[in-house]
């Protein structure tokens, strides 16, 4: 079941930019969510507006809010975090020209590291019909990811979906490729055949789903496939930045958000789902509580052993940063813009933090002091380049030897 309550939609208030509202509108009012409305100007760098000096009105469900940042991505990105949005709809292009509108700049630095699905419409996919949901296909995990959110898309716009796998070809240098026997394309397709079908059967229940393969670029058969089909959605799912596959922002994914003629949603591997709500969000943490918060718990931390673990939680860099280390404190530097974690005999520094959540800030708001107070404390820490980390404080209880 989709779960869309927020939608973002970032402008600047060109004819470009304003293609995709409709289609923001038209997913706010199918959920009965609330649509953000960001306005993004443009401010000289080092003169970031905070967030308690912009407006805000709010009337019949839509939510009007101006931003000022030196790099309008940040204040996308920053704002997305803040509102915990679900879907973030917005144009492949703005008002700076056609030369700045190719991904490159605000698009490509929101698509690596949005913390939701990321839905964007370019001038020539405005006036897309409903056709077909298009779902390109790795054969890996973001795979899944992509049917699932395809096929669950397709049931709720009352049409159908289409799997897609594009077999590309395989540079080889000629010594070897002489050595090599013949490849039968034959086999081959029906092998990737048989293996779309097994992918799909798990779907194919809700909602039709066809399958089909083709050859070539990966990027140009599926923008092709997705005309042919007068597809209505694409929907791909990216490992990020540093995936291993070519299925990646960069190149593919990339390249069929600039050329496809109809809207693309783009899954960020590590981000949130559209499908099902993650557990649910801790509240977000005003930034300029962030000092305060962090002074708090190390002065708690003080009083008796306390110990941290910090894990990457984003898809495509899971792992443990700490764990279980002997807790020395947390403090966060307004004018570094760096938040730092201290163990003994080591420090994690996060750079330019876009948004920390955590229950913990009615805590800290309320003076709590006291050692037994109940733990342990949990951080959702997003970074500059979309990382997402875990850190959890828990006092050590030592045993009591008789």
């Known amino acids: 079941m989709l779960h869309v309550q927020t939608v973002l939609f970032p ?37 970031v507006a905070p967030a308690s000096a912009a407006p805000r009105i709010e009337a019949d469900g839509v939510v009007q809010v101006r931003r000022r940042f030196p790099m309008p991505a940040d204040a996308i990105l920053a704002y997305a975090e803040e509102i915990g ?32 699905p990321v839905l964007t419409v370019s001038p020539r996919a405005a ?59 034959r086999d081959l397709a029906e092998g990737v ?36 089909l007068s597809a209505g959605l694409v929907v791909q799912a990216s490992h990020g930045r ?17 050329e496809a003629s109809c809207p693309v949603l783009t899954l960020r591997m590590g981000a949130r ?18 000092p305060d918060l962090f002074d708090a718990l190390s002065r708690h931390a003080a009083a008796s052993p306390h110990e ?8 495509d860099a899971v792992g443990p940063v700490f764990r279980a280390a002997p807790f020395v404190g947390m403090t966060y530097d307004p004018r570094a813009d760096t938040l ?15 948004a920390v959540r955590s229950e913990a800030g009615a805590w800290a708001a309320e003076g709590v002091s006291d050692p037994e107070a109940p733990g342990p404390w949990t951080f959702d820490v997003v970074g500059a380049n979309g990382a997402r980390e875990r850190v959890t404080v828990r006092s050590v209880r030592t045993p009591v030897v008789a």
């Open 127 to 185: 006036g897309a019909a409903v056709g077909p949901v298009l779902a390109p296909l790795a054969f890996d995990s973001a795979s899944d990811v992509s049917l699932e959110t395809a096929a669950a898309l397709a049931e709720a716009l009352g049409t159908h979906g289409v799997a897609l796998h594009v077999i590309e070809p395989i540079d080889v240098p000629v010594p070897y490729m002489m050595a090599l026997p013949p490849l039968d394309t």
């Open 273 to 290: 789902s559209l499908i099902r709500p993650d557990r649910p969000s801790a509240p977000a943490v005003p930034r300029e509580d962030w």
């Open 193 to 228: 055949e048989a293996t779309l079908d097994t992918w799909v059967a798990p779907f194919a229940e809700r909602v039709p789903i066809e399958t089909a393969v083709r050859y070539g670029d990966a990027a140009h058969e599926i923008v092709t496939a997705a005309h042919a």
């Open 308 to 315: 941290v673990s910090v894990d990457v939680v984003s898809s």
């Open 85 to 116: 949005a679900d879907l973030l709809v917005m144009g492949t292009h703005g008002r700076t020209g056609i030369d700045r509108l190719t991904l490159g700049s605000t698009v490509e630095s929101v698509l690596r590291r949005a913390p939701c």
């Open 340 to 354: 730092d974690i201290a163990v003994t005999g080591g420090e994690h520094h996060v750079v330019r933090p876009f």
């Open 242 to 258: 540093r995936g291993l596959s070519r299925w990646l922002l960069g190149s593919v994914a990339e390249d069929v958000v600039r």
């Open 11 to 47: 402008t600047d208030d060109s004819s470009a930019a304003e293609a995709a509202r409709p289609l923001a509108e038209r997913f706010a009012t199918r959920h009965g969510a609330t649509l953000h409305v960001l306005r993004v100007e443009a401010a000289a760098t080092g003169s």
